[in-house]
């Protein structure tokens, strides 16, 4: 079933969608890691960021129950990249066991 909705300014579809993404990403400016679900485009690959939480949120441990039910409702694959040393034990947990394995010829392009 197509869903359509705003993201951003941008009125998108569901099928334009080709996963919902969770990445963990350094940060240099202070102490915390923040992690990211996002949303990829099946096109372009790009990816629309639409939660962002610091390490040391306590809204953190929300993230893989969140992820889930955005891929869930828009019935896409759910990526995880990076892992992080800074959260719960749940989402570590999480985390480790939702990992995306990447082959090494699709990270050198």
């Known amino acids: 079933m197509r869903k359509t909705g705003l993201l951003g300014a941008r009125l998108i579809s569901s099928d334009q969608l080709g996963a919902v993404c969770v990445r963990v990403v350094p940060c240099s400016i202070n102490k915390y890691e923040e992690i ?3 949303l990829v485009d099946r096109k ?3 990816a ?3 939660v962002e939480l610091l390490t040391g949120s306590s809204d953190v ?6 992820a889930e039910e955005i891929a869930r ?9 990076g892992m992080s ?3 719960p034990q749940g ?7 939702n990992q995306t394995r ?8």
Request: charged fraction near 15%; aromatic fraction near 2%; proline fraction near 7%.
């Open 36 to 38: 990211q679900i996002a």
């Open 44 to 46: 372009t690959r790009g």
């Open 48 to 50: 629309e960021v639409v």
């Open 61 to 66: 441990a929300n993230v893989a129950p969140v």
């Open 73 to 81: 409702l828009l019935n896409l694959p759910l990526v995880v990249l």
């Open 85 to 87: 040393r800074q959260v």
């Open 91 to 97: 989402l570590a947990s999480w985390l480790a066991r």
């Open 102 to 109: 990447i082959p090494a010829a699709s990270r050198a392009k």
